[in-house]
């Protein structure tokens, strides 16, 4: 399999993380001189709460993204996570990561036999439930508050519909007639799916190579073509390029005696 990585979004995805988390934490450390040293003035500590909400927001939410974008042998990144699930296909499938395409990003993007796979993947663990296209976590209103700095849900419907409409616009504008299919899926052990009728299949992370020698393949699209593609999608600021091969076991051959 052929893998093409936008690495400088995930640079840039880093240190943004990084300054949100510290100015998060530099507003919370502020509250404490406002109330304890300045508190008389009723003023400042009205801006001591404000101080306290933008902070109390800006830390989590540079929590959230250093822990989506940071790599561990136990929590490995989405699209590292990927690599490795479906690293024994073989190179007619190329497999792009936060492709850049126009003023959007599209995180995952797969050029199979078939046509282009649209791969909305997340981290969360716990109960989701899926109605249609519409998507909970189910859980109390305490252990939702001390998440807010770990794996979020999101709206994995509308991101995918979003995403799926960019690849399609991005190639009538180039004048490529290729099929778009899409798939949910969660990285993530601990999740637990409740689906019913979801608006696009959701699945766990084991199951996705199945799911993708499942789709139908499309005899008229050849290697060119598909290379064709992958140079129109793989845009980004920096590009990092893979390519994992298939080894094969070694055959042993019987001589017959001279």
């Avoid at 290729?178 to 084991?206: C, G, K, M, Q, R």
């Amino acid at each position: 399999m052929r893998i093409v990585r936008n690495i400088g979004h995930v640079k840039r995805r880093k240190r943004s993380a990084r300054f949100g988390a510290l100015f998060g934490f530099l507003f919370l450390v502020g509250t404490f001189p406002l109330v304890f040293v300045w508190g008389k003035n009723s003023n400042l500590v009205a801006i001591s709460y404000v101080f306290l909400f933008v902070g109390f927001i800006l830390f989590n939410m540079g929590m959230q993204q250093m822990g989506k974008w940071s790599n561990t042998p136990r929590h490995p990144r989405n699209d590292l996570a990927l690599d490795a699930k479906l690293q024994p296909f073989s190179d007619k499938y190329v497999l792009i990561h936060y492709a850049r395409l126009g003023k959007r990003v599209i995180e995952h993007l797969m050029i199979h036999p078939g046509g282009v796979l649209v791969i909305t993947a997340k981290d969360y663990p716990g109960k989701v439930i899926v109605r249609g296209n519409r998507w909970r976590r189910q859980g109390l209103g305490l252990s939702r508050l001390f998440g807010l700095s770990g794996p979020q849900l999101g709206q994995p419907g509308i991101e995918t519909e979003q995403a799926v409409n960019t690849l399609e616009q991005t190639l009538r504008d180039a004048q490529q007639e290729v099929d778009v299919a899409a798939v949910v899926v969660f990285t993530n052990d601990l999740v637990d799916l409740d689906l019913e009728e979801p608006a696009y299949p959701t699945i766990s992370l084991e199951s996705l190579p199945g799911f993708i020698r499942s789709l139908e393949v499309d005899p008229s699209l050849r290697l060119n073509d598909r290379d064709t593609l992958t140079e129109l999608l793989a845009r980004g600021e920096e590009l990092e390029r893979q390519e994992f091969r298939r080894t094969r076991r070694p055959v042993k051959v019987k001589r017959r005696a001279a």
